[in-house]
């Protein structure tokens, strides 16, 4: 039970630092130059949750908000974007709540609150896992709607999936496989200190029949 527990986690940490690269990264779509337009294609653009970029020149990054106040973007955008922090706070939690229910951690929790916390790591894990999955598949899908919306158009930027799509569907996996191992390493764990009801002594009767004294 304890290798396997390491292990669920061990992998929901590696996703929640993926978690994070993910939603603070602005290469969520990138121009893609075999379908964008012939003058473009040197041009190198990206669009994150949080800002977008450009390089017009070879070795300077320009990058802004949008243009924009934070909420004033598209509503799609701030609802992936609650995803994404969501999905942060989630597995964070869950890697609290793990690494104190590992066994090889000294705490004064009991073995009761161990089994307690590793289940409330291992389902954080997978919740985490869904939100930043939902996330990256809705950004996903409009990146192919537009993908598609200019198939007969050459005129301009056309976008493709970015590196932070993939590293977020690759953190997903990984929280939704940590907090199955660390949940199931638990299922069939029962404490003796805790939940074992008190031996009551009873003194066993006497086998030689009373007599009776005249």
């Known amino acids: 039970m304890g290798t396997v527990m390491t292990i669920g986690t061990l ?3 590696m996703s929640f630092i993926g978690v994070i690269f993910c939603t603070i990264h602005h290469e969520w779509e990138k121009t893609s130059p075999v379908n964008s ?12 949750l949080w800002m977008r970029c450009n390089i017009p020149i070879a070795g300077v990054l320009n990058c ?6 934070f909420f004033d973007v598209q509503g799609y955008l701030q609802a992936i974007r609650a995803f994404s922090v969501i999905s942060v706070l989630l597995l ?3 890697t609290v709540c793990n690494t104190l229910a590992l066994d090889c951690v000294m705490t004064d929790a009991s073995k009761r609150r161990k089994l307690w916390l ?3 790591g291992g389902t954080t894990s997978v919740l985490g896992g869904i939100c930043i999955i939902t996330a990256v598949s809705w950004y996903a899908a409009g990146v192919i ?6 198939d007969n158009r050459r005129t301009d930027f056309k976008f493709t999936f970015g590196a932070a799509l993939y590293v977020g569907w690759i ?3 990984l929280a939704l496989i940590g907090g199955g191992l660390v949940t199931c390493s638990r299922c069939y764990f029962t404490t003796d200190d805790d939940s074992t009801a008190p031996y009551v002594y009873r003194q066993p009767k006497s086998k030689a ?3 009776n004294y005249v």
């Open 209 to 211: 029949s009373a007599t």
């Open 37 to 48: 337009a012939t003058v473009m294609r040197t041009i190198y653009s990206s669009q994150g």
């Open 92 to 94: 964070f939690c869950s």
């Open 118 to 120: 590793a289940r409330i």
């Open 171 to 173: 953190s997903g996996a």
């Open 145 to 150: 709607r537009e993908f598609h919306r200019h």
């Open 11 to 13: 992998t929901s940490v």
């Open 64 to 69: 802004d908000s949008y243009g924009t106040t």
